[in-house]
C-alpha cells in the first residue's frame, strides 16, 4: 500500500518533493480547498508546515480553524497529523486543535532529548540532536513530550482516536524514516 499525504499549504512547497522523494504519495492542498465543506480527500495523514500562525507567510490559519471539527474527525478515524511551529507570538495558533497546546515562539539552534522509547522518537535521524533549529516551544500542553530543549517540550504526541497528532517546532525536514512509518502507518479516510 502506498501512503498518501495531504500537505496543505497556500502554494506548492519544494516540502511536497522531499515527501514523495521518501516513497509517499503527496497532494498539495490549499487553504480554500481545506476548509470548503465539500471538500472530501483522502489520505493518511495531513502535514501542517512551519509558519502556518504568520499571516506574512500564509493564510492557513483561518482554515485550519474553520476546519477544526474535521480535523478532530479525521484523526479519531486513524489519520496522522503532523504540526510544525505556528511561526509567530500569539498565543491561541493551535486553538483549532482538539487538544490545549501553547505555542511561544523563539527561533534558536539547540540540543534536544529525545525519548527513544517512543515511536516517532526518529524524527531527527538525520541529523545531529546537539544542534537542531527549533522556531520555539510548548508550554503548557495537553499531550505527551517526546522531545525537550532545556526542559521545554518542541515536541508533543496527542492519541485522539484511532489516530495521532505530532506538533513540533524542529525546523528542519523529518527523516525519511520517520516519514515512512508515520504516514505508512496511518489509516487512510477521509478528510
Known amino acids: 500500500m502506498i501512503a498518501r499525504c495531504g500537505l496543505v499549504w497556500d502554494t506548492p ?5 522531499y515527501i514523495e522523494d521518501c516513497g509517499i504519495a503527496c497532494e498539495h492542498v ?3 480547498l481545506f476548509a470548503a465543506p465539500f471538500y472530501r480527500g483522502t489520505f493518511g495523514t495531513l502535514i501542517i508546515p512551519t509558519g502556518f500562525g504568520n499571516p506574512a507567510y500564509s493564510r492557513l490559519l483561518p482554515a485550519l480553524r474553520a476546519s477544526s471539527g474535521r480535523i478532530r474527525r479525521f484523526v479519531e478515524r486513524g489519520g496522522h497529523m503532523l504540526v510544525f511551529g505556528a511561526g509567530d507570538t500569539r498565543p491561541d495558533l493551535y486553538d483549532w486543535l482538539p487538544f490545549p ?3 511561544h515562539h523563539n527561533h534558536h539552534v539547540c540540543r534536544i532529548s529525545l525519548d527513544l ?3 516517532f522518537s526518529g524524527i531527527v535521524a538525520d541529523y545531529d540532536p546537539a544542534a537542531i533549529p ?3 516551544y510548548f508550554s ?4 505527551e513530550e517526546l522531545a525537550a530543549s532545556d526542559e521545554q517540550a518542541v515536541m508533543v504526541e496527542k492519541v485522539t482516536g484511532s489516530g495521532i497528532i505530532l506538533v513540533t517546532t524542529i525546523h ?3 527523516s525519511r524514516a520517520f516519514m515512512l512509518d508515520f504516514c505508512g ?3 487512510e479516510t477521509f478528510f
Open 13 to 17: 512547497l519544494v516540502f511536497k518533493r
Open 30 to 32: 490549499p487553504p480554500q
Open 101 to 103: 497546546v501553547t505555542y
Open 117 to 119: 522509547s517512543r515511536r
Open 134 to 136: 527549533c522556531d520555539g
Open 140 to 143: 503548557p500542553h495537553g499531550g
Open 172 to 174: 528542519e525536514y523529518p
Open 185 to 187: 502507518d496511518a489509516g
